[in-house]
């Protein structure tokens, strides 16, 4: 039992010392399921534009992902939804030739960390979103249980 206690509150403190993290956040998705029309937004507060960020989409799959990729659409907006970077990207959740999964998982479930720009400056302080949207040919595409977003300062 006591062991148990150790290894939380380690894993707690591991956590509370990330100082390059600005903002993350995920949203599981209901029963494993990203419909082609579900946006997911991630909100955040930029207090110094001078500054250089790295921001990141996450997501976690199963095992049982019917692909070896996804392919979904990325958005940056600020407080007036006008678009300031927008791409289509791709991540591999297994290798295509192998199909041994990529990322960092545990069972069944692995999680990937994907870099959408790096040493980002913005444009003003304020308020920007994230916006990922699947953009697979399936409109419910299965085994995706959950998508984030993260903003962390650039290491120099």
């Known amino acids: 039992m006591n062991r148990y206690v150790i290894i939380f509150f380690l894993c707690l403190f591991f956590v509370g010392c990330d100082t390059t993290r600005i903002y993350e956040d995920y949203v599981n998705l209901p029963e494993a399921f990203w419909h082609v029309d579900s946006v997911k937004t991630f909100t955040f507060q930029i207090d110094d534009s001078l500054g250089s960020y790295d921001l ?3 997501f976690r799959n199963a095992s049982s992902y019917p ?3 996804l392919y979904y659409q990325y ?3 600020d407080s007036l939804d006008s678009v300031i970077v927008q791409e289509l990207k791709e991540v591999e959740f ?3 030739k192998t199909g041994r999964p990529n990322g960092s998982g545990l069972g069944d479930l692995f ?3 994907i ?3 790096e040493d980002f ?3 003003a302080n304020g308020e920007f979103s994230i916006k990922l949207r699947q953009f697979m040919r399936m409109d419910t595409l299965p085994f995706i249980l959950s998508v984030g977003a993260r903003v962390e300062l650039s290491e120099e």
Do not use: I, V
Request: charged content about 20%.
């Open 111 to 113: 999680d990937h960390s």
């Open 67 to 69: 692909f070896y990729n």
């Open 75 to 77: 958005a940056l907006t």
């Open 94 to 96: 297994f290798d295509p």
């Open 56 to 58: 990141k989409a996450t």
């Open 115 to 117: 870099l959408l720009e």
């Open 121 to 123: 400056n913005f444009p």
